[in-house]
T-cell receptor, first 113, second 116 residues
Framework: GNSVTQMEGPVTLSEEAFLTINCTYT??????LFWYVQYPGEGLQLLLK?????DKGSNKGFEATYRKETTSFHLEKGSVQVSDSAVYFC????????????FGKGTTLSVSS | DTAVSQTPKYLVTQMGNDKSIKCEQN?????MYWYKQDSKKFLKIMFS???????INETVPNRFSPKSPDKAHLNLHINSLELGDSAVYFC???????????????FGSGTRLTVV
């Protein structure tokens, strides 16, 4: 089946620290991979995406590389800010008819100044 | 202009009541979805419609009934509400079903349902 596993949180960092949130997936076929972010009290926003192996998605200083050999899509940022505090979701679409976006369980990031 | 809009944003109701949540998208997308987010933030697909046709119907109690009058609208009606239905419900849309994954989904801001 299709599934996404991401590291349990919460992750607590000081401002300007390096961030990694691990994400691995299981999928049949050739999925597209995404990171979504949910700020407190808000809906989900697409942060970045990658649609094929070795693609790197990037946005707002965050980046993730689609690694088919390790079935991973780890999220990284070199220097986090307080405003990055949110819940981060790794997700995939199997790109097959009759399927939908499948989410990991989410990782809460808290950044302090 | 809001791309995916849901109403109401908050809904507090008593057990046993029937309620509806409405969703509209102005992106011209063909496919719409309902997701449920539980208290631990886990997001699970409930339903999906492609151009008014139901294409995904996960294991959801039949008290939940989606309705899509046209491809820009997807409403969720819930009968006989139970305490366990308390959650945040998100509507989303995408350009195409299944194979439209490359574009990602656009989500509404959510409806927080509290059953007391």
């Amino acid at each position: 089946g299709n599934s996404v596993t991401q590291m349990e949180g919460p992750v607590t960092l000081s401002e300007e620290a390096f961030l990694t949130i691990n994400c691995t997936y299981t999928a049949t076929g050739y999925p597209s991979l995404f990171w979504y972010v949910q700020y407190p009290g808000e809906g989900l926003q697409l942060l970045l995406k990658a649609t094929k192996a070795d693609d790197k998605g990037s946005n707002k200083g965050f980046e993730a590389t689609y690694r088919k050999e390790t079935t991973s899509f780890h999220l990284e940022k070199g220097s986090v800010q307080v405003s990055d505090s949110a819940v981060y979701f790794c997700a995939l679409t199997p790109n097959q008819a009759g399927t939908a976006l499948i989410f990991g369980k989410g990782t809460t990031l808290s950044v302090s100044s | 202009d809001t791309a995916v809009s849901q109403t109401p944003k908050y809904l507090v109701t008593q057990m046993g009541n029937d309620k509806s949540i409405k969703c509209e998208q102005n992106l011209g997308h063909d496919t719409m979805y309902w997701y449920k987010q539980d208290s631990k933030k886990f997001l699970k697909i409930m339903f999906s419609y492609n151009n008014k046709e139901l294409i995904i119907n996960e294991t959801v109690p039949n008290r939940f009934s989606p309705k899509s009058p046209d491809k820009a609208h997807l409403n969720l009606h819930i009968n006989s509400l139970e305490l366990g239905d308390s959650a945040v419900y998100f509507c989303a849309s995408s350009p195409a079903a299944g194979t439209g994954g490359g574009e990602g989904y656009t989500f509404g801001s959510g409806t927080r349902l509290t059953v007391v």
